[in-house]
């Protein structure tokens, strides 16, 4: 595979990628921690995003008209453009410039939330919904593409890519806890201020600690190939959605799943005849880009569609309030964040494939323990004790991933590389709770009630697929991937 060498159109920025670095070797200097700091912040506000509304869905289709029917289209318009756009401007962003992209998504993040919160009737909060979702494919590929060019490959990359996935992770719980508390004490409608003034900060400092990067040689972009993946994208999202919403036999559902089919064979045909493909697919035959996304994909899949399922659990089984359920996955978020600390030292010490399988083993262990879960107000103790060692073992997945999807690759690919990545950790988010939300419907269907013993054994029921699913993963992981060969930039 052919590659050009990455150069700064601005001032030329050192190993670092942030400008004016002279750190000494592994450790940090003052502006590199503040663009770590400032992308961090990024992506955890975008993080939230996922799921800061989910409490607070009744609260507002009472304040601005939204029919209980159509209250899933706040979550799901945002989930459309988040993982259905992400490839397609990972790929913009290797062309006009990676500062340029990040800093017109977060331009795009405040406007568009400003809007939301200030929403009087569905059609605005809608608009600004699409619009945060689109902000969010924007700014996290291109984000997580900027801290690769401020760390080279080796431990201090490995370490920043562990805060990264800690917070991309915590951001999900702490969305819950937030939205919680936001809409209990103020509104719901601070759920979207409250990203105003973290665009603002971003977009007076970004400038001046990040440098722009892009390939030396003008790229092309595929047309056809964005047109083909985005819509595919799009279908595959709405269609998951539909499902959890109404049924996977539902015709909306298998007709969207069936035009996902259809764009995404359309695309890979594309792909193979485009002089400048948007994904070259020698990239998908290598192991570690494959494979690492696949182990990518099910470790966001298992970890928030968990926490969709313990919700249910928390409400309907034991009794607890929204925002009380919110709090007791806190101790999950600690985990999650202690296992963004010591995922590089694990991987560092052991290496990223064998941290990416024992971190599944340890996840599938802790969530199979889950399945004890009882009507007992004391398994509220299992629950948070097997939520924080799984939430540590998860984020030394997700590390794991990072950094085998994106090491071994030239420069100009950094963007592609990334956004494969972005566009894992969106699909996953988006595809649990449906494939987990539609385990538990079934079942539920199938014994004929709705009562409490009926809820728990749902529950029960896709906690063992969600525990299978890790064990899964970390046998492909373990026979699959192969240790990722560098490539350099020539």
């Known amino acids: 595979m052919t590659s050009q060498p990455d150069v700064s159109t601005g001032p030329v920025p050192s190993p670092t990628g942030a400008r004016g670095n002279t750190s000494p070797p592994g450790r940090m200097a003052g502006r590199q921690r503040l663009a770590l700091l400032i992308l961090l912040a990024a992506s955890f506000t975008l993080a939230v995003d996922f799921s800061i509304l989910n409490v607070a869905l009744p609260a507002i289709g009472a304040d ?58 569905p059609a605005v909060l809608l608009t600004a919904r699409v619009g945060q979702g689109i902000a969010t494919a924007i700014v996290v590929p291109t984000a997580l593409s900027l801290l ?9 990359r490995d370490k ?16 819950a806890i937030l939205g919680g508390l936001l809409t209990d004490l103020l509104s719901w409608r601070w759920a979207f201020f409250l990203n105003v003034p973290v665009a603002v900060a971003v977009l007076a400092v970004a400038p001046i600690v990040l440098a722009e990067s892009k390939p030396a040689a003008k790229l092309r972009l595929d047309v056809p190939g964005a047109i083909t993946v985005t819509l595919g994208l799009l279908a595959l999202v709405f269609g998951l959605t539909h499902a959890a919403e109404h049924s996977w036999t539902d015709p909306q559902t298998l007709g969207a799943l069936g035009a996902a089919v259809v764009f995404f064979s359309a695309f890979a045909a594309v792909e193979r005849r485009a002089a400048a493909p948007l994904v070259p697919l020698d990239i998908l035959k290598r192991s570690s880009v494959a494979w690492a996304n696949i182990a990518g994909i099910l470790a966001f899949v298992t970890e928030t569609s968990l926490v969709f399922l313990l919700t249910l659990y928390l409400q309907r089984v034991l009794g607890y309030t929204p925002f009380a359920a919110g709090l007791a996955f806190a ?19 052991i290496g990223s494939k064998k941290a990416i399988v024992y971190g599944f083993i340890v996840q599938a262990t802790a969530t199979g323990l889950l399945v004890l879960l009882s009507a007992d107000p004391a398994s509220i103790g299992l629950l948070l004790g097997a939520t924080f060692i799984g ?30 990545a972005t566009m894992s950790q969106q699909i996953g988010i988006t595809l649990g709770i449906p494939v987990m939300s539609a385990i538990f419907t079934a079942h539920l269907l199938a014994s004929g009630h709705h009562d409490i013993p009926a809820v728990l054994s749902g529950v029960t029921a896709a906690i063992w697929v969600n525990a299978g699913l890790c064990v899964l993963a970390a046998l492909c992981v373990a026979i699959f991937l192969r240790k990722p060969t560098p490539v350099i930039s020539r």
């Open 331 to 349: 101790v999950l978020g600690l985990g999650t964040v202690l296992g963004g600390v010591l995922g590089p030292k694990v991987i560092g010490r």
């Open 160 to 175: 920043a890519l562990g805060l990264n996935g800690s917070l991309m992770a915590a951001g999900f719980t702490t969305g």
């Open 64 to 121: 601005v008209g939204f029919s209980l029917e159509n209250l899933q289209w706040i979550a799901t318009a945002f989930a459309l453009c988040a993982a259905g756009l992400t490839l397609l401007f990972g790929r913009v962003a290797d062309i006009v410039g990676r500062r340029t992209m990040f800093l017109t998504g977060m331009a795009l993040l405040g406007a568009a939330s400003l809007a939301g919160g200030m929403a009087a009737d």
């Open 148 to 156: 690769l060019d401020a760390f080279p490959e080796g431990p201090l």
């Open 391 to 420: 939430g540590v073992a998860n984020l030394v997945v997700i590390v794991g991933f990072m950094v085998t999807a994106t090491s071994g690759l030239p420069e100009s690919e950094q963007g592609l590389a990334t956004g494969l």
